[in-house]
């Protein structure tokens, strides 16, 4: 009894590790508090790379026996990979939403945690770790950066470090009322580089941008571009999620 009492207490206060981040269910095995994710889910889970998928921008391809979707074919994007570890729907979808609409930012830790794993597979290196800046009207709604957060756990988890090279330009491309896929076309001219920083940070490295969900890959494509002419040697990007066009 008392060990149900202590155990509901911390499910409460502490629901990481206790609670599967996907579907809500009490996690039983302790292998699987690392990622806060019950056994069902860890099967059930679809990953980006699952079915073939761009070599470069991790998205769709038609032709099966390409290598390179028609996008990246006819218009290569500003960066050398990017690597998205699951498919943007159904539990995957759900938790994001719950992290950035509904603030579970104890989240943060486990995104961070399979971003990470991830990588390591795919055996990634980089020096820096760079999150694409909120807007300010996700950052007047929120309170909130939860790339930022990511990028944080992101940065202790792989010993890298994070450095906020982008700026969100003030004005430009009102975002408000419109779908993620406009707001993704909107973007261009959203972000300057932080002429701010020692360029010892970030000269002649590989940057890794950050972000949580890449849909078309425009906004991944615009922050690459203007990190690209700053001088880095390299840039990678990473994101939790990708939806399938
Ligand atoms: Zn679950
Ligand atoms: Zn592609």
Redesign the pocket.
């Known amino acids: 009894m008392i060990k149900k009492i202590l155990k509901t207490i911390k499910t409460v206060f502490y629901p990481e590790g206790y609670s599967c981040i996907f579907c809500g269910k009490e996690i039983v095995s302790d292998e699987d508090r690392y990622l806060s994710t019950c056994e069902e889910c860890s099967c059930s889970l679809v990953y980006n790379g699952e079915e073939k998928v761009?070599?470069?921008?991790?998205?769709n391809?038609e032709n099966q026996t390409d290598a390179?979707?028609q996008?990246?074919l006819t218009n290569p994007?500003p960066y050398n990979k990017l690597y998205s570890v699951f498919v943007y729907k159904d539990t995957v979808r759900k938790t994001v939403l719950l992290y950035k609409e509904h603030g579970h930012r104890y989240l943060a830790k486990y995104v961070a945690r399979y971003i990470a794993d991830y990588l390591s597979t795919q055996h990634v290196r980089a020096d820096i770790i760079c999150p694409i800046p909120a807007s300010r009207e996700a950052m007047t709604s929120r309170g909130f950066s939860h790339i930022v957060e990511i990028c944080e756990e992101l940065s202790a988890a792989l010993q890298i470090p994070m450095h906020k090279l982008l700026l969100r330009t003030p004005f430009v491309n009102r975002q408000k009322g419109k779908t993620r896929r406009e707001r993704e076309k909107n973007i261009i001219g959203s972000f300057a580089f932080d002429m701010t920083l020692d360029e010892e940070l970030y000269k002649d490295k590989t940057v890794l941008i950050i972000d949580d969900v890449v849909t078309s890959g425009a906004t991944i494509a615009e922050a690459a571009r203007v990190i690209a002419e700053n001088g880095v040697s390299e840039v990678l990007a990473a994101s939790f999620a990708r939806t399938r066009m």
């Open positions: 761009c070599n470069v921008c991790a998205g391809i390179l979707c996008d990246c994007p």
